[in-house]
Structures are given as C-alpha cells and as structure tokens.
C-alpha cells in the first residue's frame, strides 16, 4: 500500500468523521517524525539538540 494512500485514506476518515481536532496533532506528529530522521542524517543535528 502506497504512503500517500494511507495519508489520503487518514484525511478522508477524518474529514468523514468530523474529526478536525485531530488534524493538528497528526501534523505535529509528522514534523517530529520528520525532525528526527533529518537530525539524524545532518550536519545540523548538534543544533536541533540543543532545542530540547
């Protein structure tokens, strides 16, 4: 199953369901997943440590 399938199946379900209040919470779950892989793999991730 393809990544963008899941996504759109996941919006549709939440626009269905009048679920808008989830829609923040799943993209700030999606830019901390995001965060990690890249400060993973940078230069910049001495940097993004010292956020947190």
Do not use: C
Not at 25 to 51: C, D, E, N, R
């Amino acid at each position: 199953m393809a990544k963008s399938r899941v996504l759109g199946e996941l919006f549709q379900f939440l626009r269905q369901e009048k679920k808008y209040w989830l829609v923040p919470i799943v993209i700030v779950f999606a830019l901390f997943g995001l965060l990690i892989v890249f400060s993973q793999t940078s230069a910049v991730a001495p940097f993004i440590y010292t956020l947190f």
